[in-house]
């Protein structure tokens, strides 16, 4: 997979980049500030944890890393080019190649197996039929789930709904993986399996993740965790 393979020979260099990033919402009195200067830079093949207190601005950071909101001020760069700025279509078109997101809740279409779920997403994201069931089964397997892709998410365990939402987050192969709070509603040992997916596709496949958490035994397994306060990044760690 070429796009896979470009990613081990971009990793450690930076995949993604912010520039004195602000985000204001709303005007005037009620204008809230919900993030400001925030310098960052990412490198590929990596694993980062967002954290800070409820409000601190973490999912509004990861919305603009991942094309789904604009900053008031700064840029964002993906792979040297920059994504702020550009026209819906064009963001659009990057989220649907570049960038795979995941999010707390699942989102998954209860209807549907899992790996008509995975299937879908590939559809809807207007990735050409043919190759279609190649790619989701080959993602179902990189998350452990293929052997259970028949099954409705009913039918599954909460850590295993969650990796079937990774699945059909990755099945694109994108570069780049933005997930809010993926294990906060499951309980440490679904979390860790969780994690322990994200950690695969980071290092087989040179993907980068950028995560929001607030359990410390889930930042543990980062490469980097970046605090945030007030809109603010207090501090970066190694870890
Ligand atoms: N659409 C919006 N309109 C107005 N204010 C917003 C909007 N979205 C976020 N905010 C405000 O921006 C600040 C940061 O919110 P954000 O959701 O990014 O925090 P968070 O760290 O992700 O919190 P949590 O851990 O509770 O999810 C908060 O003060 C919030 O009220």
New binding site residues.
């Given amino acids: 997979m070429p796009q896979i393979e470009n990613d081990q020979e971009l990793r450690g260099e930076t995949i993604l980049e912010a520039a004195g990033v602000k985000r204001v919402?709303?005007r005037g009195h009620n204008a809230?500030t919900?993030l400001d200067q925030i310098q960052l830079a990412v490198p590929a093949g990596s694993m980062v944890a967002l954290k800070?207190?409820?409000?601190?601005?973490?999912?509004?950071?990861l919305n603009i890393l991942g094309a789904l909101d604009e900053p008031t001020e700064g840029r964002v760069m993906l792979r040297g080019r920059e994504i702020t700025g550009l026209s819906e279509s064009e963001k659009s078109r990057i989220r649907r190649t570049e960038i795979g997101l995941v999010f707390q809740s699942f989102g998954l279409i209860p209807l549907m197996s899992a790996y008509e779920n995975v299937e879908f997403g590939l559809r809807v994201a207007g990735a050409p039929a043919k190759d279609n069931r190649e790619a989701a089964e080959r993602a179902l397997e990189r998350v452990g789930m293929k052997e259970r892709m028949k099954h409705r998410p009913m039918e599954l365990s909460g850590g295993e709904q969650q990796r079937v939402a990774i699945a059909r987050a990755i099945a694109h192969q994108p570069s780049l993986l933005i997930a809010d709070?993926p294990t906060a509603e499951l309980d440490s040992k679904m979390g860790l399996q969780v994690m322990r997916v994200f950690r695969d596709l980071v290092s087989r496949s040179g993907m980068t993740v950028v995560m929001?958490t607030?359990d410390p035994g889930m930042m543990e397994l980062a490469d980097h965790v970046i605090a945030?306060e007030d809109?603010k990044i207090v501090s970066s760690q190694t870890i």
């Fill in positions: 919402f709303g809230v919900a800070g207190r409820s409000g601190s601005g973490k999912t509004t950071l709070e929001t607030h945030l809109g």
